[in-house]
């Protein structure tokens, strides 16, 4: 039972353009949502997260976009560069309900074209 | 990054043959990781600990164990090693905001 996934195996936009990654949960106790990066023969990289409580959260040219009724997350990244090139997961935990441990989901990996 | 080390960085090994691999970290966190990435599958909890010689099961536990006898390294053992075992295993600290080891390459011939 795959309580957090990614549909898209790969995303490929152009340089410049914005970048919307995708993800869906399953779990209602789920309430802090995070994404990381990964690039290859690397260890995933924090990127972003956003608790429950809020909608939207920015950092620099990454925002991280919640909607609770539909339970799915998008990452936003604009304008999007040869260096974001690689694989994106999102993540979800229970954390106000005291679970320290976060689910994955299956990567997305994007492609930038110079 | 949390200092977080990875040993071995590769391996093959054989069926059946035991095979330990070790996290080391740098920061006194509380909670470290064991992860497996494959493809299709994303990343995968294999087990966790909070505190020395507090570990508990991640979603796929078995065919592995852990200790953790100091703060700073936990071990991931799987006792008689599988092909289905052959993936790329990652450590982690701390809770949610996590930094990951490097990556320990595993093959199970």
């Known amino acids: 039972d795959q309580q957090v996934k990614q549909n898209s195996p790969s995303l490929s936009v152009q340089e410049g353009r914005i970048s919307i990654l995708n993800c869906d949960y399953t779990n209602s106790m789920f309430d802090y949502f995070l994404w990381y990066k990964k690039y290859p023969a690397e260890g995933p990289t924090f990127l972003i997260s956003i608790s429950s409580i809020k909608d939207k959260n920015e950092d620099g040219r990454f925002t991280v976009f919640l909607n609770k009724s539909a339970k799915h997350l998008s990452l936003h990244i604009v304008p999007s560069q040869p260096g974001d090139s690689a694989v994106y997961f999102c993540?979800?935990?229970?954390?106000?309900?005291?679970?320290?441990?976060?689910?994955f989901g299956t990567g997305t990996r994007l492609t930038i074209i110079p | 990054d949390a200092g977080i080390t990875q040993s071995p960085r590769h391996k093959v090994t054989e069926t059946g043959t035991p095979v330990t691999l070790r996290c080391h970290q740098t920061e006194n966190h509380r909670y470290m990781y064991w992860y497996r990435q494959d493809p299709g599958h994303g990343l995968r909890l294999i087990h966790y600990s909070y505190g020395v010689k507090d570990t508990d099961k991640g979603e796929v536990s078995d065919g592995y164990s852990v200790s953790r006898s100091k703060t700073e390294d936990f071990l991931l053992t799987l006792e008689s090693a599988t092909s289905s075992q052959t993936s790329v295993y990652f450590c982690?600290?701390?809770?949610?905001?996590?930094?990951f080891g490097p990556g320990t390459r595993l093959t199970v011939t």
């Open positions: 982690a600290t701390p809770t949610y905001e996590q930094y």
């Open positions: 993540a979800a935990s229970a954390r106000y309900f005291g679970n320290e441990k976060l689910t």
